[in-house]
Nanobody, 122 residues
Framework: QVQLVESGGGLVQAGGSLRLSCAAS??????MGWFRQAPGKEREFVTA????????YYADSVKGRFTISRDNAKNAVYLQMNSLKAEDTAVYYC?????????????????WGQGTQVTVSS
């Protein structure tokens, strides 16, 4: 069983930055990802990183603005979010998958955090 705990969410003005962190219990032998869900909308894929950190994947809506990274020694994954827009407002969830290479489908992830709120004011 893996427990994921997100932190770093908050309120920021449009154009600003936030850095989300996700602490994972146990061994970090998982691909990791971030999903988000805005009010009244379906959950959507944001980004993912392979077990080694050598491969990363991004949704088109965040490409060039968001960066995912991981520190396997600390069992942590990070999401650096720059140039934030009002449409980035959502609850952000950290996820872990047993697959070597992550996928964009939420159903391929085995563990989910409780989520952290990100609010971008315009």
């Amino acid at each position: 069983q893996v427990q994921l705990v997100e932190s770093g969410g908050g309120l920021v003005q449009a154009g600003g930055s936030l850095r989300l962190s996700c602490a994972a219990s146990g061994r970090s032998s998982y691909s990791m990802g971030w999903f988000r869900q805005a009010p009244g909308k379906e959950r959507e894929f944001v980004t993912a990183i392979s077990r080694s950190g050598g491969s990363t994947y991004y949704a088109d809506s965040v490409k060039g603005r968001f960066t995912i990274s991981r520190d396997n020694a600390k069992n942590a994954v990070y999401l650096q979010m720059n140039s934030l827009k009002a449409e980035d407002t959502a609850v952000y969830y950290c996820t872990a998958s047993k697959l070597v290479l992550p996928r964009r489908s939420g159903s391929s992830y085995d563990y989910w955090g409780q989520g952290t709120q990100v609010t971008v004011s315009s």
